[in-house]
Every structure is written in C-alpha cells, then in structure tokens.
C-alpha cells in the first residue's frame, strides 16, 4: 500500500483558514485520495477526496499537487468544532479495505 | 444521510464472557468493517465483510468473529473476552463491494467502548 505522511500536530486560530499537508510520493495512477477526521469521542467521519484535480465542498477543499505526490486539505475558516484528527488515505483501485494512518490532530485556538 | 448504529455506546464485560457487538446500517452497503481503535496504534482492522455471509479477515481477527446474517446487519463477537480487547470498537459500511469505486467514501458509527474487567 502506498503510504502517506502528515505532521502529528497543528494549531490554528479560530475563524482563519487551515492548511493540513499530506505527503504521498508513492502514489500510483489509480489510488484515490481520501481524507476523513474523527472528533473527539465520534468515529472518523468522511470530509473529501480527489483524484487529479483539486475539490471543493460544503465541509472543505482538497488541492492536489499537479505530480500528484502531495495534498492539501484547507478549511477555509476553522471553527472551535473542526479541532479533530484529520487523516489522510489513498485508496487504491480493488483495495477494500481502508488503512489509516496516525493522522494529524488540529488544535483551534479562540 | 446513511447512518451506522452501533448498539451500545459503553460496555463493561468479565473475562471470558461472549461478547455481542451489534451494528445496523441503512443505506443498503455493501461492504461493512469493523475496527478497533487504541492510543498509539490506531485504527485496525479486524474483519470486514463485502456481502451477506460472506468475511474476510483484517489485520487483527485473533480472538473475534464475525456474523453477517443479513445485509444491513454486522456482528462481531469476542468468544471470550479477554482485558487485551478493551478497546474502542468502531463500525463502518461502505457502497463499493468490490474495491473497484475507489472514489467511494465509509460512514462509521459512534463507537462502542467496550471495557473487560
């Protein structure tokens, strides 16, 4: 499985934008990449994915690196709620299974 | 939106006991999973099941099993619950049975916190 990379922490201000790396060198052609984030005490809850080119919706952005070696999920204006862990995943064509990694956990400031 | 129900948010269970763990899903997925969550490990996964009677085993099957009776509906069992399988134990279907729709995203439940005493 192609593996990704992220910093353990962040923290940002409430009200600014985010921007929550992820290093993927090994990607292959076919893998999606996934991101979800777990709340505190929730299970991990699905934010966005992409495969070539960059996505918007309701909850986030995702940019991806036009070499398709990293990405950048960006909450456009952090709330006190997005303080969570945000992982990062590729999803390759057949897998079935999800593997998760440490993920990165943001801290929002007041 | 689907929505994943796991039956109980805490448990406390003796060694040995059986252990039921009940999950409901209602969006009519196909694939369901279960993981378990610790500090320092994080999410692994322990069977996953692609159709009704089908599993497959994960990363960390010792000591569980698995029932898939009907679709919507995923069970896991501890035969006999040890202290090694207090653990956050989470739950997730997914519409993509066969890996082939990578685009396709999990819904997970809320967790159950199972402790073993």
């Known amino acids: 499985d192609a593996k990704t990379t992220q910093p353990n922490s962040m923290e940002s201000n409430e009200e600014e934008p985010v921007h929550l790396p992820c290093n993927h060198s090994?990607?292959?052609?076919?893998?999606?990449i996934h991101w979800y984030r777990q709340l505190p005490s929730q299970g991990p809850e699905y934010v966005i994915h992409?495969?070539?080119s960059n996505v918007n919706n309701r909850m986030a952005s995702l940019a991806i690196a036009e070499d398709r070696k990293s990405s950048t999920l960006i909450l456009h204006r952090a709330t006190l709620r997005d303080a969570a862990v945000y992982y990062c995943?590729?999803?390759?064509?057949?897998?079935?299974?999800?593997?998760f990694g440490q993920g990165t956990r943001l801290t929002i400031n007041p | 939106d689907v929505k994943v129900t796991q039956s109980s948010r805490y448990l406390v269970k003796r060694t040995g006991e059986k252990v039921f763990l009940e999950c409901v899903q209602d969006?009519?997925?196909?694939?369901m999973f279960w993981y378990r969550q610790d500090p320092g490990l994080g999410l692994r996964l322990i069977y996953f099941?692609?159709?009704?009677?089908?599993?497959e085993k994960g990363d960390i099957p010792e000591g569980y099993s698995v029932s898939r009776e009907k679709k919507e509906r995923f069970s896991l069992i501890l035969e006999s619950a040890s202290t090694n399988q207090t653990s956050m134990y989470l739950c997730?279907?997914?519409?993509?049975?066969?890996?082939?729709?990578?685009?396709?995203?999990?819904?997970f439940g809320s967790g159950t916190r199972l402790t073993v005493v």
């Open positions: 969006m009519d997925h196909e694939n």
């Open positions: 099941s692609y159709d009704v009677k089908m599993k």
């Open positions: 090994t990607i292959s052609g076919t893998d999606y």
């Open positions: 992409g495969l070539t």
């Open positions: 995943i590729l999803r390759y064509q057949g897998a079935q299974k999800l593997v």
């Open positions: 997730a279907s997914s519409l993509d049975g066969t890996g082939l729709s990578p685009r396709w995203g999990y819904t």
